[in-house]
């Protein structure tokens, strides 16, 4: 069997903000290894650090100490363009063009690769129909963005990532507005997207246990330390043990999920 392939990976990052009166360290020494086809849930309690490690995977956050890897090369070696054909992102964002179709938000996703052309090439209008069909919005695709529910937007903003066919998917709670119905087809959708196009695709979510059901693999923040790996490592490795302040939540191992108790 062929080792997957590393998209991207960490060593003893240490990731946080610089400001005025010095610097706010929130985690240090992560390190993380991200595999090709693989869809890997992020999860930790709320003020953790889950967004300021997305975004400083992504670039948008400079990180205060250790490497970020994007295909064996350092992040801060591409710019731009080059990292927007290597890494999609969906954040959460408040949409300001409300006069846009569906369609036409999720052809900006192939913005990174048409340059100056207003034209859409072949390959453009596949990636296009190809996310479009991915999230099942043909019926959709016609209407005005600020005409669908928030389930609905999440799925376009989700297909524009698709549309832009990068190796790498970044996704912060994806999940945050969507009932427990969709945030299973969500899931579903990233988990077919990775296997089957070989993405490297990492969600932020606190769904733990639906994480824990439908993941390739988990990462799981902690003050005092990182952990990655598929679901029954983490749960032999103890990593949901006291992993809220409230002691009537309680990982149980069997069920693989958290339960309250009396």
Known sequence: MNTPLISLSTKNLTIGYKHKNG?????????????QGQLISLLGINGIGKTTLLRTLTGEFPSLEGEINIFGKTLNT??????????????????TAFSLSVYDLIRIGRTPFLGWRTTLTVEDEYWINKAISYCTLEELQNK??????????????????????TPIIILDEPASHLDFHHKVALYRILKKLANEEKKTILLSSHDINLALQLSDQVIVLKKSFSFQGKTKEAIKSKVFD???????IQFCEEQMRFILKE
């Open 242 to 248: 006291n992993f809220f302040s409230d002691s009537s």
């Open 23 to 35: 610097v706010l360290k929130i985690l240090e020494n992560i390190n993380l290894s991200l595999s």
């Open 78 to 95: 591409y710019n731009k363009t080059e990292l927007a054909k290597l890494i999609s992102v969906v954040l959460t964002e408040q949409l």
């Open 144 to 165: 005005q963005i600020n005409q669908l529910s928030d389930g609905q937007l999440q799925r376009v903003l989700i297909a524009r990532a698709i549309a832009q066919n």
